[in-house]
Each structure stands twice: as structure tokens, then as C-alpha cells.
């Protein structure tokens, strides 16, 4: 009997659960340790953050799906690693501490045979001053975010039919944030909301981003075929912000966001002010605040978590300058070099550079996107490792299973209006997601899985993977033949 322990029920741990569940026998154990009751299906706070879709259309409650499948639920947050074990514990364990109503505080130790770090981002807005819901700024990154900033959105466009002009920032609030294509689509969404409102005229509509140049996406751009053309997603995206009117400012680090005004510095080092009445920046990302002790109780998070807190796997974290970056530096099997037990998925791994080139101004300020791990993947990974444990548990002496984001494509669908003509989407696949310039000299990617598309298709699919998505989350029959 094993047992396994996952940290975080976003779309990696949840899915991990899950398969792990299907595949383990029936005497092994299965359990989530993660602080939300609710699961919540994220790209859909998008339409939340713009009044199109209710917030309980996002999010349900994990328990029930847990009670169903016999998997172990404890609402908690994870607060340490032992992987050695302790005194008490011959197993290595997590520290957690309860966030369940009525045991708040309450700490518990649970040991594990497997464990998978799944903790996702921790949402970084502290890195700026005044960024974010409680300060000076708006999000989406969570369903209460996108719940209030639709209010914000309504009350702005409430001004506007009563006469005034209107500035309002979309875009990221650091210059290493990462998801600029949730950013995007919320530039879209907006954009959207305010010609149907029939206010478009009296907004002026701005994306503030870290990008050195729209269509980055933080994957250092794509190129792909139309209508038999080769073209690239800067052009593609340049030109679908002038049809809508929408100012971009490029290479931009967020420096300060005071009441109604966001400081900013770009990367040729100029610094400057812009006044907003609406703001929506997204934080950068950090990895959970998890702490790692050995046997003895001394700290080893350094060994095994990197700077930003992200769990250190089979990566080559020693490529060094740009120029050297590889492929082959990308992580394959997401295993801790120093624990074989110990695995990440999802955003919670150390990716080993960025995909974007690294830019920094004339004072010092880095101002590139960081590496997006987007939902695809993060299942991908997530599925991966949760074989390779199966089969450790099983004991088949099979190699580990292998989900490296050099073969691994993406779709970013930004989807805008929910009626199922009226809507459009802007859709952009790629394969891979870090470019393989081996494998794909010309432009690091397949040409055949990597594409631009505007138009309705692309926003039928999205309302697809919103009922797909959460069909599977919620375990209804045959969840898994939905790919993740
Ligand atoms: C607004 C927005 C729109 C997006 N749109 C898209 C899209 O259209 N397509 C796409 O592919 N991707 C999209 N993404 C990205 C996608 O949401 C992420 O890639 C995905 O959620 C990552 O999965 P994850 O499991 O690593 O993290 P998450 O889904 O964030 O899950 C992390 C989990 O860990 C838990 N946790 C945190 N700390 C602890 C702790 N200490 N102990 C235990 N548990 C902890 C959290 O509560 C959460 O349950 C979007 C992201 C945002 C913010």
C-alpha cells in the first residue's frame, strides 16, 4: 500500500488526483491537501471579470468530488516539506496548516510514500507598491478578483453612458510578470463589453505590458501560416489592436500604482506616469511559500526550490547566457534531482530560463516575460507523473514518463462575447511551447500545430473547453477520454 500526497487542487494537482485515483489500486491512498474549498476553472474568470458569465459557472466545491472518488481531501496549507522524515516520522511529510472553517490554524503532519508539489503561483502583487485588489489595481487571477472587477467594470460603463471619457489600462503590473495572453483576452473582453454597451467611443482603451513587442506572449513570439503567407503573431496582434483603437505600451515595468495613477519604467530606461479610472494589471508569479527541512530539521529549500520558490526538477539550470539555451535544458520527467519521491507539476517546477529573449533597461530594471505554463501542460505534467508513480507503486521497473514542453503544443483562445453568434475569438496555437530550434531551424516550431485565427471558430471551441473542462473536473462519466 502507497500512499501519495498532492499539494494544490488547481487544474495540475486536481488532474494528478484524479488519474492517480483511476490508476492506483484500490489499498493505496490518494490525498489533496490544497487551503480552497472550491475548484475553480480559471481561463472562465476571464468572461466573469466582465459581467458575461456568473461566478458559479466557474468554480464548485472539491468535497463532494473527493467523497466520490475516495480521494482524501484536506483543506489545508502546506507550509513545509520533510522529505527525509523526522523524529517521529520514518516517511518524509508535509506540514500543513487547516483552513477549514471552525479548525482554522491548526497544524498536521502527513506523511507520504509519493509527493507532488501542485501548488501552482502564488500571486506575486507584493512585488509592486499599491498593485492589486487590495491596493490600487484590479485582477482576474481568481473568481472573487474577476467577481469584483466586473462590478468596477459595470460602474465605469455606467459613467461613461452618463457622458465622461474614460481611460482604462489593461496589462501586467511587473516587468517579469508572466500569462500576457490572459491579459490580451481580457483587452479583448473589454474592448467587447464596451461597444456592445455602446460606449466604445468615450474609452480610451490602453494594454501595458512587459512584452518588448505585441505577440511575445512571454514564448518569445510565434510564426505561423495564412492563407499561405508565413507571418508572425507581432504583426498579427499589431494589427488586431489598431482595428480596435487599443494603445499598446511595450517593454513597461510597473513600478508603483497609486489611486488613479500607474508609474511605469521601459526598457530603454525612461520613466513615466499614466492615469487610469479603470486598471486591471495582473501580479507576477512566484512559487508557494513552502519551506524544505532535512532529517535534522536544517533548511534545504535552497536546494530544492530555486529563488522564486519553484521546485527544482531534471531541468540543465546551468545553460548559462541566452545564447546557450537549449531544448534539452527543459525538464522531461519533473522529478527532484535530490528525491526521487518528489515531483512538481504545473506552474509549481523551476523552469530553467526564459522562452522569451531577456531584456533589461539601461538602469538595471529585467523587463521580460517570464516562461507561461499554461493549462495544457500543466495537465500534460501533471498525467506524466503521475504514470511514472503508478508505475513505481506497481513496481513494473518502467522508465519514468515524459511530458517536456518542447513537445508539448498550446492553444491561447481569447474569447470574447457569450452569445453563440455574436462572439469572437482570437486563437493562437503552438507546437511546441518552448521552441526547438534543432528540431525546427527555421523557426522553432512545427508549422503544421502552430496557427492564428480570428473569428467564431475559435470562440465555439472556447465555450467547448468551458463545458469539456469542467465535466472532467467534476469526475461525471468517462472524465477521462476529455484530453487534458
Ligand atoms: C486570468 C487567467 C486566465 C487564464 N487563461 C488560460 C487559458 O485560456 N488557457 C490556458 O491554458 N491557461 C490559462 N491560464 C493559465 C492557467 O490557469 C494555469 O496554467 C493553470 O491554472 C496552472 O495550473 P496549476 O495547477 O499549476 O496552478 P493552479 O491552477 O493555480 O493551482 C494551484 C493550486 O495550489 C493551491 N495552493 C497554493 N498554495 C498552496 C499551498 N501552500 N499548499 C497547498 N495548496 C496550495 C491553490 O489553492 C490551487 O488549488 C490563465 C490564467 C489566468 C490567471
Known amino acids: ?6 499539494l494544490g487542487a488547481g487544474v495540475a494537482g486536481h488532474t494528478a488526483a484524479l488519474h492517480a485515483r483511476r490508476m492506483l489500486g484500490s489499498s ?63 516517511r518524509g511529510y508535509v506540514v500543513a496548516k487547516s483552513t477549514q472553517p471552525g479548525s482554522e490554524d491548526r497544524e498536521e503532519e502527513i506523511e507520504y510514500d509519493f509527493l507532488i508539489n501542485a ?17 490600487n489595481s484590479l485582477s482576474v487571477c481568481t473568481a472573487a478578483h474577476a467577481t469584483e472587477t466586473a462590478k468596477q467594470l459595470q460602474a465605469a460603463i455606467a459613467r461613461l453612458q452618463a457622458g465622461e471619457n474614460l481611460r482604462f489600462i ?14 490580451f483576452e481580457y483587452t479583448f473582453n473589454l474592448d467587447f463589453a464596451l461597444r456592445e454597451a455602446g460606449v466604445r467611443d468615450k474609452a480610451e482603451v490602453v494594454y501595458l505590458t ?76 512566484r512559487g508557494a511559500d513552502l ?19 519553484f521546485l ?18 527543459w525538464p522531461k520527467t519533473y522529478q527532484s534531482p535530490l528525491y526521487d519521491n518528489l515531483f512538481a507539476a504545473g506552474i509549481a517546477f523551476a523552469p530553467p530560463h526564459q522562452i522569451s529573449q531577456p531584456r533589461t533597461s539601461p538602469n538595471g ?71 526547438d530550434w534543432e528540431a525546427f531551424p527555421t523557426t522553432g516550431r512545427d508549422l503544421k500545430g502552430t496557427s492564428g485565427e480570428i473569428g467564431l471558430a475559435g470562440h465555439w471551441m472556447k465555450h467547448l473547453l468551458h463545458v469539456l473542462f469542467l465535466y472532467k473536473a467534476k469526475a461525471h462519466p468517462l472524465w477521462w477520454v476529455i484530453p487534458e
Not at 56 to 83: C, M, N, T, W
Not at 122 to 134: I, Q, R, S, V, W
Not at 291 to 309: H, L, M, T, V, W
Not at 312 to 329: I, T
Request: with cysteine.
Open 210 to 285: 512587459n512584452e518588448a513587442q505585441l505577440g511575445d506572449f512571454g514564448v518569445g513570439g510565434l510564426v505561423f501560416t495564412q492563407q499561405g503567407y508565413q507571418t508572425t503573431s507581432k504583426i498579427w496582434t499589431e494589427s488586431f489592436f489598431r482595428e480596435r483603437d487599443i494603445h499598446a505600451v511595450l517593454g513597461a515595468h510597473c513600478t508603483k500604482v497609486e489611486p488613479g495613477m500607474v508609474h511605469y519604467e521601459q526598457l530603454d530606461g525612461t520613466t513615466h506616469d499614466l492615469s487610469f479610472d479603470f486598471a486591471m494589471l495582473l501580479p507576477p508569479f
Open 365 to 435: 530594471t529585467v523587463i521580460t516575460p517570464a516562461p507561461p505554463r499554461t493549462g495544457m501542460p500543466s495537465g500534460m505534467i501533471a498525467k506524466a507523473v503521475v504514470e511514472t508513480i503508478v508505475d513505481r507503486v506497481k513496481g513494473n521497473g518502467k522508465p519514468a514518463h515524459e511530458a517536456p514542453m518542447t513537445r508539448i503544443g498550446a492553444a491561447c483562445v481569447a474569447s470574447a462575447g457569450m452569445s453563440f453568434l455574436g462572439g469572437s475569438a482570437a486563437s493562437m496555437t503552438m507546437n511546441p511551447i518552448v521552441p
Open 312 to 329: 527544482k526538477v531534471d531541468a540543465n539550470y546551468q545553460a548559462g547566457a541566452y545564447e546557450n539555451w537549449r531544448a534539452a535544458d
Open 119 to 135: 501548488t501552482g503561483p502564488k500571486l506575486n502583487f507584493a512585488a509592486t507598491e499599491g498593485l492589486g485588489p487590495d491596493s
Open 1 to 6: 500500500m502507497a500512499r501519495l500526497v498532492i
Open 170 to 183: 489593461v496589462g501586467v503590473g511587473h516587468g517579469t510578470c508572466t500569462c500576457e495572453g490572459a491579459a
Open 291 to 309: 519551506k524544505a527541512y532535512d532529517r535534522e530539521g536544517q533548511d534545504i529549500s535552497d536546494k530544492i526550490f530555486n529563488p522564486a520558490g
Open 28 to 90: 493505496d491512498e490518494v490525498l489533496v491537501v490544497s487551503p480552497n474549498s472550491n475548484w475553480n476553472w480559471i481561463p472562465s474568470n476571464i468572461w466573469v471579470g466582465v459581467g458575461k458569465m456568473p461566478v458559479e459557472k466557474v468554480i464548485f466545491p472539491l468535497a463532494p468530488v473527493y467523497r466520490k472518488k475516495k480521494i482524501g481531501f484536506h483543506q489545508a496549507l502546506a507550509l513545509s516539506i520533510h522529505p527525509e522524515g523526522g523524529e517521529k516520522h520514518q
